[in-house]
């Protein structure tokens, strides 16, 4: 309770005192020297940015509330071969192999989240969740974001809980015995957990601010590009109640996780359509007047494709308990957003659409005899689409 009083105190003496800066002393613990790092860095100001193309604000605490329309989800397909029985016009039994496909989707479409987050300078946190009751919070994400110079850091977590659509095709000739073609829905939930950690590196940091359009401390003036260097570690668990599909075709696997890395090159460009600078006025630390007369319109649009280079499923039979590794192939993601923002003095009011994707692919070969299926090969795709729409004051 007194590391926590300690840190709200200095973090209120900080923002009341605007650009103090907190000396470190030899005599400091390694937990003082940490807070006073950390106020430090969220006080002291951004360097080398061209003010001709970037307005700057001063260090300000700030709130954000947003609407959003999300998907998040996963699609899932395996191609495999089993082998039947074939009873022959004389008589006799051949055993054949026969191809079959599954497909899995989560059963949810766009859901309503409503988020908070809040600010100040460098470092951001956010939280959202579902606004549906019967769902009971089945969707939630939260974030935590530091930006410094040109380098940009987020962790992102989400979690999803669905029932899952079905399609199970196995053999390729309808008028043969083998055939069928089912479909089956599934309310019993698959929960998703998933992280991501990105880090982004913009190489024309002089004039050009990534987050400019969505309402954060560095406004653009004049229109402006820059290539981004991105890179990502992604990790998402997949666990499931037992049922009729997945003893099908999954045996007893329990749960399997998946693990990417990703590096990435793309661009992002900021185009201003109306700008003005505020009024000069002296910054005060709450109630301040720093941003009147601050006029904004920009267009941000962001694509960066990545490649995953490594890609590696856990699975995780039920019986067993013993954890199978799995290689996937490399796969060519995507990662892009859309942003429009307005900025009115103290208020921002934007828009941003997101799409970011991870693929995984592999080979897995189960050759025990009490297998249902062997050579089989797994594709899948873990997506996240979102629409929102943001109201932020600033303090």
């Known amino acids: 309770m007194k590391r926590f009083t300690l840190i709200l105190l200095f973090l209120l003496s900080g923002l009341s005192a605007g650009a103090q800066y907190f000396p470190v002393n030899e005599d400091d613990g390694a937990i003082l020297k940490g807070i006073k790092w950390t106020m430090n860095q969220m ?3 951004s360097t080398n940015r061209d003010t001709t193309y970037l307005w700057v604000a001063p260090p300000e605490l700030k709130i954000q509330v947003s609407n959003t329309l999300r998907k998040n989800g996963m699609t899932m397909s395996w191609s495999f071969k089993d082998n039947y029985d074939v009873i022959l016009d004389d008589g006799s039994t051949r055993t054949i192999s ?16 409503i988020g908070i987050s809040a600010s100040y300078n460098k470092f951001g946190f956010s939280m959202s969740r579902e606004l549906n009751k019967k769902r009971k919070w089945h969707n939630k994400k939260y974030s935590f974001s530091y930006k410094t110079g040109p380098w940009a ?20 000739d309808p008028s043969q015995t083998y055939y069928s073609d089912k479909k089956y829905t599934s309310d019993l939930d698959w929960t998703i957990r998933y992280h991501l950690f990105d880090v982004y590196y913009t190489l024309n940091k002089r004039h050009f601010a990534q987050d400019a359009a969505f309402g954060r401390k560095t406004i653009q003036r004049k229109s402006a590009g820059s290539v981004m260097l991105a890179a990502r570690y992604m990790q998402a668990k997949i666990s499931f109640d ?24 793309g661009y992002s460009y900021n185009l201003v359509f109306w700008h003005l600078d505020p009024q000069p006025t002296t910054f005060r630390a709450f109630n301040s007047n720093a941003r009147k007369g601050l006029r904004n319109i920009t267009l941000s649009m962001t694509l960066i494709p990545l490649f995953t280079a490594f890609n590696q499923i856990h699975l995780k039979p ?19 957003n859309l942003s429009f923002g307005i900025n009115i003095d103290r208020f921002s009011f934007g828009t941003r659409i997101t799409y970011d994707r991870s693929l995984f692919k592999s080979y897995h070969s189960t050759k025990k005899p009490d297998d249902f299926f062997y050579n089989i090969h797994w594709k ?3 997506y996240n689409v979102a629409f929102s ?5 600033r303090i």
Do not use: H
Request: one cysteine or more; charged letters at 15%; aromatic letters at 16%.
């Open 98 to 113: 026969v191809p079959g496909t599954t497909r899995s989707d989560m059963l949810g479409g766009f859901t309503k989240n």
């Open 389 to 393: 729409t943001y109201l932020i004051w």
């Open 380 to 382: 899948g795709n873990f």
């Open 318 to 336: 039920r019986s067993s308990g013993i954890v199978k590794s799995v290689l996937s192939k490399p796969q060519l993601n995507w990662l892009g």
């Open 43 to 45: 006080i002291r100001p």
């Open 242 to 265: 037992p049922n009729e599909y997945m003893a099908y075709c999954l045996g007893d696997i329990d749960t399997y996780t998946t693990y990417q890395v990703s590096v990435g090159a």
């Open 153 to 172: 850091f987020n962790y992102s977590y989400f979690k999803i809980k669905d029932g899952m659509n079905y399609r199970i095709t196995i053999g390729d």
